[in-house]
């Protein structure tokens, strides 16, 4: 089995900043692409950042400049550091990961399980 658990939500003002953690754990045998995902409460969920294993980056518009996604290989951590929230980041933030388990040849999909985040004076 393979768990991807997300950390660092939380409320905080305008202007400020959090830093989520998601760690994958379980028969890994390695991970590809890893991903944050958003779903605002009445809207579809968003796809925010990429990362590859290589660490190349993309991102939502509307975060372009604010937020940034990294990761450590060695701990199979993925993080997105937001910095100058907005109220309309208000959202709960998912992980998602390509994995290849040590039991299979096939990649599977992944998900953590979200972590909320608030953004409000």
């Known amino acids: 089995q393979v768990q991807l658990v997300e950390s660092g939500g939380g409320l905080v003002q305008p202007g400020g900043s959090l830093r989520l953690s998601c760690a994958a754990s379980?028969?890994?045998?390695?991970?590809?692409?890893m991903r944050w995902y958003r779903q605002a409460p009445g809207k579809q969920r968003e796809l925010v950042a990429v990362?590859?294993?290589?660490?190349?980056?993309n991102y939502v518009d509307s975060v372009k400049g604010r937020f940034t996604i990294s990761r450590d290989n060695a701990k199979n951590t993925v993080y997105l550091q937001m910095n100058s929230l907005k109220p309309e980041d208000t959202a709960v933030y998912y992980c998602?990961?390509?994995?290849?388990?040590?039991?299979?040849?096939?990649?599977?999909?992944?998900w953590g399980q979200g972590t909320q985040v608030t953004v409000s004076s």
């Open positions: 998602n990961a390509d994995v290849l388990r040590q039991d299979s040849k096939y990649w599977g999909d992944y």
């Open positions: 990362i590859t294993s290589g660490g190349s980056t």
């Open positions: 379980g028969s890994i045998f390695m991970i590809n692409v």
